[in-house]
């Protein structure tokens, strides 16, 4: 792994390529068929949600930021350990939500299956990266939130996310 940065404009020059949104919706409408075919129930109302409470963190890809992006041009600032967009136990970003919070269940009945739906998924996510020629990176979710918002922190426009090789 290397440690590069990527400018802001490069991750919206991203979410800007049809290809790439195309794919992600493809990607995420599959994954969504496949997980409510398994009949997971969520009781929580949001609980998982934040992060901090619940004892977890979501990692994600590039893929998933720059979709993420996309369907939502103007994130809220992440000003605690939780989702900026989880408001009164609802997702407020339902749409470009990354692949963790679409698998993540509470429900007993879904311990034996997250784990290798996710593995499953996040391999077809990284072929992906391939296909499009979009760099790597598998980051904190709120860590990317937040250095999205503040544009890097230092002001020079990038964001510092580990690329993997």
């Not at 890809?61 to 408001?87: G, K, N, Q, R, W």
């Amino acid at each position: 792994m290397s440690e590069e940065a990527i400018s802001i404009e490069t991750l919206y020059e991203i979410a800007a390529r049809v290809d790439v949104i195309d794919a992600m919706r493809d990607f995420y409408e599959a994954a969504d068929k496949g997980i409510a075919a398994r009949g997971a129930l969520c009781t929580n109302r949001g609980d998982c949600c934040r992060f901090g409470e619940f004892g977890h963190r979501l990692y994600v890809t590039t893929l998933e930021v720059v979709y993420f992006m996309a369907m939502h041009p103007s994130s809220l600032p992440v000003t605690v350990d939780a989702c900026p967009h989880a408001i009164d136990g609802t997702c407020h970003a339902r749409e470009g939500r990354p692949l963790g919070c679409r698998v993540f269940y509470c429900d007993p009945k879904a311990q034996d299956w997250q784990g290798p739906l996710t593995e499953e998924m996040l391999a077809q996510l990284r072929e992906m990266h391939v296909c499009l020629k979009v760099p790597y990176v598998y980051q904190d979710w709120l860590a990317i939130l937040r250095r999205v918002a503040d544009n890097g922190g230092a002001g020079d426009g990038s964001v510092r996310l580990t690329i993997v090789d």
